[in-house]
Nanobody
Framework: QVQLVESGGGLVRAGGSLRVSCVASGRTLSRSAMGWFRQAPGREREFVAASSTSGLRTMYADSVKGRFTISRDNAKNTVFLQMDSLKPEDTAAYYC?????????????????????WGQGTQVTVSS
């Protein structure tokens, strides 16, 4: 059974940085495109960033482009989301997700419907 476990969330002041991590077990992440999503209270879950299996192709939501960076260490079955220049509107629970099907080393997608496995989330709170 595939399990994704996020960590690294916390409380940070606006302008600060955090790095959240997602460790997988039960599946080799080198065969999975990965994504990060977030959900703020009272709002729907939204796409944040995604990475192809190789890590060479990435995608970002416009709201985080230039501030957030997704990366992966396939040898450690871990995906990261580096968040810089954080804003209060970045406050949310952050979820990592993995695709169950392998398409190609360059495939990635912002659609949450295409992800099969989800973590439990880690809370990020940005104070003003």
């Amino acid at each position: 059974q595939v399990q994704l476990v996020e960590s690294g969330g916390g409380l940070v002041r606006a302008g600060g940085s955090l790095r959240v991590s997602c460790v997988a077990s039960g599946r080799t992440l080198s065969r999975s495109a990965m994504g990060w999503f977030r959900q703020a209270p009272g709002r729907e879950r939204e796409f944040v960033a995604a990475s192809s299996t190789s890590g060479l192709r990435t995608m970002y939501a416009d709201s985080v482009k230039g501030r957030f960076t997704i990366s992966r260490d396939n040898a450690k079955n871990t995906v990261f989301l580096q968040m810089d220049s954080l804003k209060p509107e970045d406050t949310a629970a952050y979820y990592c997700a993995a695709q169950g099907r392998y398409y190609s080393s360059s495939y990635t997608t912002p659609s949450e419907r295409e992800y099969d496995y989800w973590g439990q989330g880690t809370q990020v709170t940005v104070s003003s």
